[in-house]
């Protein structure tokens, strides 16, 4: 009985060593996407015209999916970071910022653009 009891013991301890070991060829998972630091370190106007941009990314992915996915939240917060960002510019500097804006972005990885939209959902202005 005692050696039966060693053997499954021995057993165990080398089934758990041969679960490390593949483990630890596993690659690693990868670190989270973060935010664009356009969006994250900038601030005011600039970070209002940033988050224009990429919400406005997130609404073209969202409506080119089939079926198109609810764009509501989106065009909200497009609404109130354009409200702030109207507050220091005029419109038509504003218009020209988004545009360039959307061009300098519009190759972000949709990993980036996920997570930078998610940020300027959750941090949009009240709407005034």
């Known amino acids: ?23 630890a060829k596993a690659p690693a998972a990868a670190p989270p996407e973060p935010v664009a ?10 970070q209002a015209v940033a988050c224009m941009a990429y919400l406005s990314l997130k609404q073209i992915a969202l409506e080119a999916q ?4 609810d764009v ?7 609404g109130a970071w354009e409200g702030l960002a109207l507050q220091s510019m ?9 545009a360039s804006s959307v061009a300098v972005e ?3 990885s949709p990993a980036k653009v ?11 202005p009240a709407a005034s």
Do not use: F, H, K
């Not at 089939?66 to 996915?69: A, L």
């Not at 509501?72 to 497009?78: I, Q």
């Not at 996920?114 to 949009?124: F, G, Y």
């Open 1 to 23: 009985m005692m050696i039966l009891r060693t053997a499954s013991l021995a057993a165990a301890v080398l089934a758990l060593a041969a679960c490390q070991q593949e483990a």
């Open 37 to 46: 630091p356009v969006v994250a370190t900038a601030t005011g106007a600039d």
């Open 66 to 69: 089939t079926p198109p996915g």
């Open 72 to 78: 509501t939240a989106v065009r909200a917060a497009l």
């Open 90 to 98: 005029t419109s038509d500097e504003v218009n020209q910022y988004y």
């Open 106 to 108: 519009d190759d972000a």
């Open 114 to 124: 996920d997570v930078t939209a998610a940020w300027c959902l959750a941090n949009a």
